[in-house]
């Protein structure tokens, strides 16, 4: 079965950066996109970003663009968020997500992470 | 960017009564890539509907969706104990990807 198993909750200043894993099981790692969703507390879904593990190939958000980098290990089918220069508006709940669409294709996201919560303290 | 509007903003009902949920597009979501996802209070969103109508898999015959272009419908035909949770949309077809920002499901 199709699992996504982040790391765990993470505290950082105002400015640190902060490295948030995700372990893919159950499919072929490479054949699908990986995005990352975050929520603040009360507020809607946001998306980040997406990797394409297979060949390394990113699409970042542009409202963060330039503060988070997703890379993504295929010998450990793990993929990673790295978001910097963090601010206190950064503490939210951050998901990987399994695009549902083979490359090409535009897809839902069908299995979820079970979210990492980074809090950032000034 | 495309902005989702869900409404309404809560929604009270009884377990074995109809819910409808609305979500509207500022613009259309062509080929009617719209995705609706369920959440309960600390846990990952779930996909219920992808789509506009297509059911993920597993997920009972009671979640229906339904609509085109820029305005489309979550209906959940008898409300069980369960179902009593957050609801989002989602369009998938646009960079960036946007969400709706909810509606809550409550008890009444």
């Known amino acids: 079965q199709v699992q996504l198993v982040q790391s765990g909750a993470e505290v950082r200043k105002s400015g640190a950066s902060v490295k948030v894993s995700c372990k893919a099981s159950g499919y072929s790692f490479t054949s699908y996109a990986l995005h990352w969703v975050r929520q603040a507390p009360g507020q809607r879904l946001e998306w980040m970003g997406w990797i394409n593990p297979a060949n390394g190939n990113t699409k970042y958000s542009q409202t963060l663009q330039g503060r988070v980098t997703l890379t993504g290990d295929t010998s450990a089918s793990t993929a990673y968020m790295e978001l910097s220069s963090l601010r206190s508006e950064d503490t939210a709940v951050y998901y990987c997500?399994?695009?549902?669409?083979?490359?090409?294709?535009?897809?839902?996201?069908?299995?979820w992470g079970q979210g990492t919560l980074v809090t950032v303290s000034s | 960017e495309i902005v989702l509007t869900q409404s309404p903003g809560t929604l009270s009902l009884s377990p074995g009564e109809r819910a409808t949920l609305s979500c509207r597009a500022s613009q259309s979501v062509s080929g009617n890539y719209l995705a609706w996802y369920q959440q309960k209070r600390g846990q990952a969103p779930r996909l219920l509907i992808y789509g506009a109508s297509s059911r993920a898999t597993g997920i009972p015959d009671r979640f229906s969706g339904s609509g085109s272009g820029t305005d489309f419908t979550l209906t959940i035909s008898r409300l069980e104990p369960e179902d009593f949770a957050f609801y989002y949309c989602?369009?998938?077809?646009?960079?960036?990807?946007?969400f709706g920002q909810g509606t809550k499901l409550e008890i009444k």
């Open positions: 997500a399994k695009d549902g669409a083979v490359f090409g294709a535009a897809g839902s996201f069908d299995f």
């Open positions: 989602h369009q998938y077809i646009n960079s960036p990807r946007t």
